[in-house]
């Protein structure tokens, strides 16, 4: 009988953070389509350790952790340096943002290294603070801050230029 309250338990985590997640799978790759393939993978991987993590107590911090794990070793792959310049991108959920202002935002994003856009993404977007992000990416503190202070820097800059 445990089964059935376990996979309902899972349903009910799932359906209720699949948007959030698709969110920052898009902020780590910068395409709607990618960012729904992370997050299968995502929820394919939490549910075969859902026992497990449930009893934890740590489930979105155990997702976020499996999609940048995912979404990092999808930028090593070669077919995902492919970039079609013929096909417009698709529009983005709405935001604060202008249009503009948004699509040079994530395309400055992509351009950082996958863990300074991670520690990005988890300390300003999630608004985690360093040693929840510390925790999750598995390292130190003092690399989060480190992390953080190069990717906004080059952020900044990348947008001035774009800006220019």
């Known amino acids: 009988m445990r089964r059935p309250s376990r996979e309902a338990a899972y349903v009910e985590f799932a359906t209720s953070r699949r948007d959030q997640l698709r969110r920052i799978a ?8 990618r960012a729904d393939d992370l997050v299968q993978t ?7 350790a859902w026992p497990r993590v449930a009893r934890s107590g740590s489930e979105d911090a155990y997702a976020r952790k499996i999609l940048l794990n995912a979404a990092i070793d999808a930028s090593r792959r070669p077919a995902s340096r492919e970039r079609p310049t013929d096909v417009l991108p698709e529009a983005a959920a709405p935001a604060r943002l202008s249009v503009e202002d948004r699509t040079s935002l994530v395309a400055a994003l992509q351009t950082l290294p996958a863990q300074q856009r991670a520690t990005v993404l988890l300390r300003h977007w999630l608004d985690l603070s360093v040693a929840e992000t510390a925790a999750e990416l598995g390292i130190s503190e003092g690399t989060v801050k480190s992390h953080t202070s190069r990717a906004l820097s080059a952020l900044r800059e990348r947008l001035a230029a774009a800006d220019a």
């Open 42 to 48: 995502t929820l394919v991987k939490l549910y075969v």
């Open 26 to 33: 898009y902020g780590m790759c910068g395409d709607w389509h």
